[in-house]
């Protein structure tokens, strides 16, 4: 009996062999294409979400971080159109209050820091310590006009290519304001806020004890 199922038995472990492989081919070849059409999906969704709302816009992991980077050294322009490197504008005084308006930033955050600048100016210390520079990616004629009115049209520069903002990360829509040396080194970031100018206030008391003890 056992020697008449002998070629059933060989036949059926074969047949078993057989299936084991078979359904180890399939279970390989589920691991392999479940991630990537994983994969699939979340590069599909990622990009409706991007035709939805725009592209996700990467700006520094925080503000802090620009503190202690160099400013590039780009051609800004002065009120009349003639270029002037950005190094030079810092030979001015021992640090700078520099504000920085990128392409798609609100007026409204600009303007609402130069007004303060007009009443907290006074307050800080005088001769060669501290200059205020406005560099705009936008080419902002009526900050422009405001600044006139306060006497600083001087201080006012475009960066139409928007060549110092890309160099430092700063998000197309936010203002900042930086306190930077002689040597482009940023001492501090401040980004604005179009609720009004208390971030630029707390700003300002900072960049004030800063200069005072450094005399």
């Given at each position: 009996?056992?020697?008449?199922?002998?070629?059933?038995?060989?036949?059926?472990?074969?047949?078993?062999?057989l299936w084991v492989a078979v359904v180890t081919a399939a279970f390989t070849t589920y691991l392999n294409v479940k991630p990537n059409s994983e994969l699939r999906q979340?590069?599909?969704?990622?990009?409706?979400?991007?035709?939805?709302?725009g592209p996700v816009e990467l700006g520094p992991l925080g503000y802090d971080s620009i503190e202690g980077?160099?400013?590039?050294?780009?051609?800004?322009?002065?009120?009349?159109?003639?270029?002037?490197?950005?190094s030079k504008l810092l030979q001015?005084?021992?640090?700078?209050?520099?504000?920085?308006?990128?392409?798609?930033?609100?007026?409204?955050?600009?303007?609402?820091?130069?007004?303060?600048?007009?009443?907290?100016?006074?307050?800080?210390?005088?001769?060669?310590?501290?200059?205020?520079?406005?560099?705009?990616?936008t080419n902002n004629r009526q900050a422009l006009r405001l600044m006139r009115q306060l006497n600083l049209d001087q201080s006012y520069y475009s960066d139409l290519r928007g060549?110092?903002?890309?160099?430092?990360?700063i998000p197309l829509t936010t203002t900042v304001a930086l306190l930077v040396d002689r040597q482009r080194r940023v001492i501090y970031a401040q980004p604005?806020?179009?609720?009004?100018?208390?971030?630029?206030?707390?700003?300002?008391?900072?960049?004030?004890?800063?200069?005072q003890s450094e005399g």
């Open positions: 009996m056992a020697a008449m199922n002998r070629p059933a038995l060989r036949g059926l472990a074969r047949s078993g062999v979340l590069r599909q969704g990622a990009d409706e979400r991007e035709k939805e709302s980077a160099r400013v590039p050294n780009a051609t800004v322009s002065d009120a009349f159109g003639r270029g002037v490197e950005f001015l005084a021992n640090h700078s209050i520099v504000i920085l308006e990128p392409l798609f930033a609100c007026s409204s955050c600009l303007e609402d820091a130069l007004g303060l600048w007009e009443n907290e100016a006074p307050l800080h210390p005088g001769g060669r310590n501290l200059e205020i520079l406005v560099v705009s990616a060549e110092i903002c890309n160099g430092l990360q604005l806020s179009s609720k009004g100018p208390d971030h630029f206030r707390s700003f300002l008391q900072k960049v004030r004890r800063y200069v």
